[in-house]
């Protein structure tokens, strides 16, 4: 249970100050931090407030998006934001397809064109990007790079210390070739952050709030912990869920029973 980090968006409408406080409270020694309300908060405060209550950020949410004009200094200032929160890993969600384009190739190529340009920059600021791959469903318009295998090949131009990648189980559980995938990623030191959620359905009208609570749907929970665990990992493992019914309850009750389905089901 020591390595149990909550997921800022899985209790997203609970305000930062009672977040960190309920965390403290609860035992959880980790949070994953979201931008926007870091930004709302104020970021020096947020910094201030996790520092005052013992807590580790394991990572940042988020960057990438490399579809926008202004990509390159908006994950700038996110790496800064990073590394001004101690946050060792920044989430990279690569984005999808421009307005109009029908053109995957061209897409794929500017994550690879924008990670050069990145990756250098986060290696001076002490900070990990972790490239995320997404179900295929997310391909046209949140997320160019759908499996392990693709954000590994992306990352490998690159030191591990500079680009990493995200092993995200309500992502990748679809895939085949996940189990060596995760293997590849461990043997090459570039699993930077291991995230849990479930898979339910039927999927919600605009699939983004379709992540499961850990128990209730069809994934591999644990197989998933060991796989990881095999290659050596011993990192945080956050829970990250986007559910409307979850996001209904206090943040504390919300707490609370992802920690209880973690215990059950992940750990």
Same mark, same amino acid.
């Given at each position: 249970?020591?390595?149990?980090?909550? /997921?800022?968006?899985t209790?997203?409408?609970?305000?930062?100050?009672?977040?960190?406080a !309920?965390?403290?409270?609860?035992? &959880?020694?980790?949070? !994953?931090?979201?931008?926007?309300?870091?930004? %709302?908060?104020?970021?020096?405060?947020?910094? %201030?407030?996790?520092?005052?209550?013992?807590?580790? &950020?394991?990572?940042?949410?988020?960057?990438?998006?490399?579809?926008?004009?202004?990509?390159?200094?908006?994950?700038?200032?996110?790496?800064?934001?990073?590394?001004?929160? /101690?946050?060792?890993?920044?989430?990279?969600? +690569?984005?999808?397809?421009?307005?109009? +384009?029908?053109?995957?190739?061209?897409?794929?190529?500017?994550?690879?064109?924008?990670?050069?340009?990145?990756?250098?920059?986060?290696?001076?600021? !002490? @900070?990990?990007?972790?490239?995320?791959?997404?179900?295929?469903?997310?391909?046209?318009?949140?997320?160019? @790079?759908?499996?392990?295998? #693709?954000?590994?090949?992306?990352a490998?131009?690159?030191?591990?210390?500079?680009? !990493?990648?995200?092993?995200?189980?309500?992502?990748?559980?679809?895939?085949p070739?996940v189990?060596?995938?995760?293997?590849?990623?461990?043997?090459?030191?570039?699993?930077?952050?291991?995230?849990?959620?479930?898979?339910?359905?039927?999927?919600?009208?605009?699939?983004?709030t379709?992540?499961?609570?850990?128990?209730?749907?069809?994934?591999?929970?644990?197989?998933?912990? %060991?796989?990881?665990?095999?290659?050596?990992?011993?990192?945080?493992?956050?829970?990250?869920?986007? /559910?409307?019914?979850?996001?209904?309850?206090?943040? #504390?009750?919300?707490? /609370?029973?992802?920690?209880?389905?973690y215990? #059950?089901?992940?750990?």
């Open positions: 249970m020591t390595r149990f980090s909550l /997921n800022q968006w209790t997203r409408h609970w305000p930062v100050p009672d977040l960190l !309920g965390c403290a409270a609860a035992g &959880v020694a980790g949070v !994953g931090l979201w931008r926007e309300p870091v930004a %709302e908060y104020g970021l020096p405060r947020t910094a %201030e407030l996790v520092r005052d209550h013992g807590l580790a &950020v394991t990572s940042l949410c988020r960057g990438g998006f490399f579809h926008k004009p202004d990509a390159l200094d908006d994950n700038r200032r996110a790496i800064e934001e990073a590394a001004a929160l /101690n946050a060792p890993v920044l989430c990279l969600v +690569s984005g999808g397809l421009p307005d109009g +384009s029908r053109d995957l190739d061209g897409a794929r190529s500017r994550v690879a064109d924008l990670l050069a340009e990145l990756a250098p920059y986060a290696g001076e600021h !002490g @900070v990990q990007l972790a490239l995320e791959p997404l179900h295929p469903m997310y391909c046209s318009d949140r997320c160019v @790079v759908s499996t392990l295998a #693709q954000a590994l090949d992306l490998a131009p690159f030191s591990p210390t500079q680009v !990493g990648v995200m092993v995200d189980t309500y992502h990748l559980w679809w895939d070739a189990w060596d995938g995760i293997a590849r990623a461990g043997a090459e030191g570039r699993i930077a952050l291991f995230q849990v959620a479930d898979w339910v359905t039927p999927l919600p009208e605009g699939v983004l379709g992540r499961g609570m850990l128990g209730d749907g069809r994934i591999e929970l644990r197989r998933f912990r %060991e796989a990881v665990d095999a290659t050596g990992y011993t990192g945080p493992i956050e829970v990250e869920i986007f /559910n409307d019914e979850l996001w209904a309850m206090p943040g #504390q009750a919300a707490l /609370n029973l992802s920690l209880s389905r215990a #059950q089901h992940v750990a």
